[in-house]
């Protein structure tokens, strides 16, 4: 995959770190995801953010679980 457009993330810091990559709320622009869903949806589409999503082929997620289940329960379809 190539590296400029392959984004390695995961739920925590750490495991980020260890993967030698970023945590996927970082990755997508919300940082600690403060503020609700629009406050959400307005900080990943700053021009930082959408841009690596457009850049993006492949989007590796390490420990999806834990990261799925809360932050799908909160906030539905995007």
Do not use: H, Y
């Amino acid at each position: 995959m190539p590296p400029a457009t392959t984004f390695v993330t995961a739920s925590t810091g750490l495991a980020a770190a260890a993967l030698g990559g970023t945590t996927l709320n970082a990755f997508a622009g919300v940082g600690r995801a403060d503020g609700g869903r629009e406050a959400m949806q307005r900080a990943a589409a700053r021009p930082e953010a959408a841009g690596r999503w457009r850049r993006a082929s492949a989007l590796i997620v390490d420990e999806v679980g834990p990261t799925f289940s809360l932050n799908r329960m909160e906030l539905g379809p995007l």
